[in-house]
DNA sequence: GTATGTTCTTCTCAAGTTGAGATGAACTCA
DNA sequence: TGAGTTCATCTCAACTTGAGAAGAACATAC
């Protein structure tokens, strides 16, 4: 439900003051993954004020209510995930480096007290792009990067190990590490991983996406089998690439993304066993 | 990121004013679900004031933020979740007849205008739940009721079939479609059917929650071989039941739910060719 | 150039899984 | 008591997966 007046709407309407209730505010937080030299890399922004002053976060800021009225300035969830991904690391959305990139929502976080300056409520996304530029600070970023994912000691229940370097500010390391499960999941049963490649990808670089995001090795015969087996997962351009692999083989033939929307049947990564119970 | 004061942690907290944001609302919503006379049916309460007056809604309300120092009284999406469910309905939570169901999140709906009278942003709950008595309105409700979810003519694209008589408020119809097909596919591959059953229950109980939930009829035998197959899915009682099927048939086993957290292989549900593309 | 090692792509084969149907025993209801 | 239903298991063909092998095409070092 949502709040009741104990009237009729026009005279709610018009006698309302959305202050009266407890303040809370509401901010979208981007996990932006992409693959650079094999690694998988999230995108990173240092704060440049308290709380947590120096440490990492993950890039994301105010939604635009736009008031009571909720006039020109609101703004819809997914489009403050693209405006503060913009604003914060300089890229830009709509046709620009941004133009490629898939966003779906990943969770909402509102633990009271995981901002100690009022009840802040999150609405954490999820991003897959393709390699893009060194981000630029800016909003209120001191700095922006890609930073690897291994590089972040993340533990399976949401904590950085003791002696990681980078920490991450609030509770990012549980929505990153609710982000990676969420990513490692997507791959199995959608063509999501197309959007870590160009337009155009051959069927091993889109297997070092699968072996980047779930952080292990696939067999290479019986990957193709099941990429081109799978229909409307990949179509063929007739063409091959420049050159052969980094050290020797032959040329690989080049691919487009299909139209399927899901797997079917779905590619399902090896060794879940331990984390089935 | 969050809202950022060019200022010290200390001073900032001190002469920091909430009321300074734009207003925005925050509540969570919830779509409870169960299975009744083999049918699935979504728990909703009839609306007794504007907006959307006499409309049917999920059950939900404000999340208690807890003022800006976030004290005793602010709590935490799942707990207003299980508190609305139980103001709404009746039902108590904690050991009643709300100790079985299993809440997670489904989704934050914060479209501009989706509520006439302020900005709000819903975090959507999902439940399901083993057959609950008819729940007692409370709260702001009117009335409240199980009803089948067939009947009320929701489309793949989340909005209701004309002729609908029982109107769903707000974007409820769009939130109640995704709960669907997140239940749907839950099922697949996580042992969730049995939160729809009792303590203990047969094998032909849990076929029939598939079917009422997948809207299809499975083959018997090979659900039987596939559930017994999976390891951690269900465990034996050694006992059976007290009585055979309705029309007939051997008494059947009586199971329990086992400790697998996910399906390995998953229970694939036939016939997804349409969805794909 | 030539040799060496790497990589792409296809193939083979055994093991496992699924879909469809059949069967017999146990049971309810008329 | 008889008819019809349901549980539980089995069979068999079709399909999918995992592991390894092999040939051709290529990069690199010598």
């Known amino acids: 439900m949502t709040p009741e007046p104990r009237r009729d709407e026009a005279e709610f309407l018009a006698g309302y003051d959305p202050r009266d209730y407890d303040p809370v505010a509401v901010t979208v937080d981007v996990v932006a993954l992409t693959i650079r030299d094999g690694a998988l890399h999230v995108l990173l922004v240092r704060r440049g004020h308290a709380p947590y002053a120096g440490m990492w976060a993950l890039p994301g800021g105010f939604v635009q209510a736009g008031g009571p009225l909720q006039g020109d300035d609101a703004e819809d969830l997914p489009d403050a995930a693209v405006r503060e991904l913009a604003e914060e690391t300089g890229l ?7 133009g490629r990139v898939h966003l779906e929502q990943l969770g909402t976080y509102g633990s009271p007290g995981r901002d100690p300056r009022m009840r802040i409520i999150s609405v954490a996304h999820l991003a897959f792009a393709p390699e893009l530029p ?22 399976e229940s949401g904590e950085q190990r003791p002696g990681t370097t980078r920490r991450l500010a609030f509770d990012h390391a549980r929505i990153l590490a609710d982000g990676l499960e969420r990513a490692r999941g997507k791959l199995e049963y959608t063509p999501l991983a197309t959007a ?37 997962f990949v179509e063929g351009t007739g063409t091959t690439a420049d050159r052969g692999g980094r050290r020797g083989g032959p040329r690989p033939r080049l691919y487009r993304a299909g139209d ?13 066993e331990e984390e089935i119970r």
């Open 92 to 98: 830009s959305a709509e046709g620009g480096a941004l």
């Open 196 to 232: 870590f490649c160009g337009a155009e990808f051959t069927i091993p670089e889109l297997r070092a996406v699968y072996e980047a995001v779930w952080g292990e090795e696939l067999h290479a015969g019986n990957f193709h089998r099941k990429v081109l087996s799978v229909p409307g």
């Open 134 to 155: 060194d981000p630029e600070a800016g909003g209120d970023a001191a700095d922006a990067a890609w930073v690897p994912v291994d590089a972040l000691g993340l533990t």
């Open 260 to 272: 399927a929307r899901l797997l079917h049947p779905a590619l399902l990564r090896p060794s879940r």
